[in-house]
């Protein structure tokens, strides 16, 4: 992602006529019909104070999901494989509010202020089963962990560790570990202390880098969150409030390129898929959780967008104050009806969604398209917004 224009004006601009609105103004806007400095600094401060409370709640859920890894790599018993299981959940499930908040120290190490802390945390849609497999008979992941690639560790390979109990690898007959006979010489007493301790080594982990974002936003830490407010105030980040927007803006469709594209339309066929269906796009195919994490994942947006708080210095109060209430309006109706789509849904499952509710699966899709289509139209024409470079051309 790069930095885009974030360019605020108070007349309502209709997207028939496409008519670009005057750049943001920086200084002091008395006397001009922009949103004021104050208003645009408070949207930002505000953002940044709701992503910092994510981050901590992430964190905590982190040191618990630790805790009992910590007590299953001690004791590979059913029980606390299950508690584990439970606290995997919590982590995962705020986490994926996060997904949507790919900003900051949360960003890659390209963007402003990134820290490249995604990748190691949760690298779906990379999941290499077989790679993990082989670790398994190595054992690398107690030695040379930090040496592993991001497709066999984090949280979608603790989901697989975690959740999938069988004793057959998917890797190849021609395999190191199937020719010289490794694999099948554990047993699965064996089997399940390796991977109780593959889990714990990433729940350590993911403990250390959820500790290292909430205390990158953190305001008696590193402070991101004045950070993200002063842009173009004295950010060292940011030298305009233009490509601070401009970062939110981004993350914002990940709800377009992530949740409706390859998480909804690719398993349905309708996009990135040379077959009928693609099932193998499903995401969280052990845990069977996907449902929750579309949940999840338009809950960060409601975060992003909306506020945390009732109150305000969120970014559908800046198009308020920009004139524009209406499609802040029609935001919220669009993302109401997706949340009810989702929620229609009988099974937390997507792969059985796939086969037996196709209909409201499809219905989920629609909805979806309906907000992203508000997002790359109305959003970005009356805020003189760029799409996104990995969106430009969608038009499932």
């Known amino acids: 992602m790069s930095h885009r224009r974030f360019v605020l004006t108070?007349?309502?601009?209709?997207?028939?006529?496409?008519?670009?609105?005057?750049?943001?103004?920086?200084?002091?806007?008395?006397?001009?019909?922009?949103?004021?400095?104050?208003?645009?600094?408070?949207?930002?401060?505000?953002?940044?104070?709701?992503?910092?409370?994510?981050?901590?709640?992430?964190?905590?859920?982190?040191?618990?999901?630790?805790?009992?890894?910590?007590?299953?790599?001690?004791?590979?018993?059913?029980?606390?494989?299950?508690?584990?299981?439970?606290?995997?959940?919590?982590?995962?499930?705020?986490?994926?509010?996060?997904?949507?908040?790919?900003?900051?120290?949360?960003?890659?190490?390209?963007?402003?202020?990134?820290?490249?802390?995604?990748?190691?945390?949760?690298?779906?849609?990379?999941?290499?089963?077989?790679?993990?497999?082989?670790?398994?008979?190595?054992?690398v992941y107690e030695t040379g962990f930090s040496s592993l690639l991001v497709n066999s560790r984090g949280l979608g390979a603790a989901e697989f560790l975690l959740f999938y109990g069988g004793s057959d690898n998917v890797c190849g007959s021609t395999a190191a570990i199937n020719i010289d006979g490794t694999w099948s010489t554990i047993s699965a007493g064996e089997l399940a202390s390796r991977r109780a301790g593959y889990i714990n080594t990433i729940a350590t982990n993911i403990a250390s880098l959820a500790h290292t974002l909430s205390a990158a936003w953190d305001p008696a830490q590193g402070n991101f969150v004045n950070e993200l407010a002063q842009a173009g105030r004295g950010s060292a980040t940011y030298k305009t409030d233009q490509f601070a927007f401009g970062a939110l803006n981004d993350a914002l469709f990940y709800v377009e390129s992530d949740v409706k594209d390859m998480k909804v339309a690719r398993p349905l066929g309708i996009a990135n898929c040379e077959n009928e269906t693609c099932p193998e796009g499903i995401e969280s195919p052990f845990a069977k959780r996907g449902k929750q994490h579309l949940v999840n994942n338009l809950a960060g947006f409601r975060m992003v967008f909306f506020g945390c708080a009732a109150n305000g210095n969120s970014i559908d109060e800046l198009l308020v104050a920009v004139g524009a209430s209406n499609i802040a309006n029609n935001v919220k109706a669009a993302l109401d009806e997706a949340d009810a789509a989702i929620a229609a849904l009988k099974s937390p499952d997507l792969q059985t969604a796939l086969t037996e509710e196709n209909g409201q699966f499809r219905a989920v899709h629609e909805a979806l398209k309906k907000l992203t289509n508000i997002l790359r139209t109305e959003f970005v024409t009356v805020l003189d917004l760029e799409l996104p470079k990995r969106i430009e051309g969608d038009n499932d």
């Open 10 to 139: 108070l007349g309502l601009l209709t997207v028939a006529t496409c008519k670009r609105a005057e750049p943001i103004a920086t200084g002091n806007d008395a006397g001009t019909n922009k949103a004021p400095v104050s208003t645009r600094e408070a949207v930002l401060r505000g953002v940044g104070e709701c992503t910092s409370v994510q981050a901590k709640l992430f964190a905590t859920q982190a040191d618990t999901f630790e805790q009992k890894a910590n007590a299953l790599a001690l004791s590979p018993t059913d029980e606390a494989r299950k508690e584990a299981q439970n606290a995997w959940t919590g982590a995962i499930d705020e986490w994926q509010k996060l997904e949507v908040m790919q900003y900051g120290p949360e960003a890659i190490k390209t963007q402003p202020g990134g820290l490249d802390l995604r990748g190691p945390i949760y690298a779906w849609p990379l999941f290499n089963r077989c790679l993990i497999e082989q670790q398994l008979v190595s054992k």
